[in-house]
């Protein structure tokens, strides 16, 4: 099935520090990627949306010059948290559509700033 | 008041129980609705999805989706300590790349 594979799965920075995080897919092309964030015991909140080639349409509220999204390819996207803060620590997860329908997330990074 | 809302439990129950989980939504627009589980720091796994009313069986899971009264469900028959998760229910208005709207979260805890 399609997978999607991302990286780092823990990191651990300093404040005001910049934080790269990379989701790939593995068997498929993925068109369009979501990236979310979670906070301990609440739901998935998406941050934005990124298109291969263009520019992330990001959600209201989310800071785009904080959360640097690229998608430069089909099969890579990545999140850059720069000038990381401690209230930027939470679990990110990407996800791709794969088909009409489906969605595959990956495996989420727990980013703690200190 | 939230798009979608689902109570966040916890809800425990004994193995071999059948669990009900479920959904409200207030957007009549969604026509796509998923279950997915999602373990401890780990990325959630699709469970289930369909985008017409009544229900759909996979195994020991069973969907429900009532459009007109706003709400899903989801069915666990003969729980298992591994079915243990937190299942997220989600809602879209189209298919094939609209973005998703979760719920919150069911924490679910099956006992021996």
């Known amino acids: 099935g399609a997978v999607v594979s991302q990286h780092p799965s823990r990191v651990i920075c300093k404040s005001g520090t910049s934080v790269k995080i990379e989701c790939r897919s593995l068997?498929?092309?993925?068109?369009?990627m979501f990236w979310y964030r979670q906070f301990p015991k609440k739901s998935l909140m998406l941050m934005a949306t990124s298109n291969e080639g263009s520019k992330a349409t990001y959600e209201q509220g989310v800071e785009k010059d904080k959360f640097l999204i690229n998608h430069a390819s089909l099969t890579l996207s990545t999140l850059t948290v720069t000038s990381a803060h401690p209230e930027d620590s939470s679990f990110y997860i990407c996800s791709a559509t794969v088909g009409d329908i489906g969605y595959t997330f990956g495996s989420g990074t727990r980013l703690t700033v200190v | 008041q939230k798009e979608v809302e689902q109570d966040p439990g916890p809800l425990s129950v004994p193995e071999g129980a059948i669990v009900s989980l479920n959904c409200t939504y207030s957007?009549?627009?969604?026509?796509?609705f998923m279950w997915y589980r999602q373990y401890s720091r780990k990325g959630p796994e699709l469970l289930m999805y369909?985008?017409?009313?009544g229900n759909k069986e996979d195994g020991r899971f069973t969907a429900q989706v009532d459009k007109s009264s706003k709400y899903i469900s989801l069915f666990i028959r003969d729980s298992q300590p591994s079915d243990s998760a937190t299942y997220l229910c989600a809602m879209s208005v189209t298919g094939g790349g609209n973005k998703l709207t979760f719920g919150t979260g069911t924490q679910l805890k099956v006992e021996l």
């Open positions: 068997d498929f092309q993925a068109t369009t």
């Open positions: 957007n009549s627009a969604f026509q796509y």
């Open positions: 369909t985008y017409s009313s």
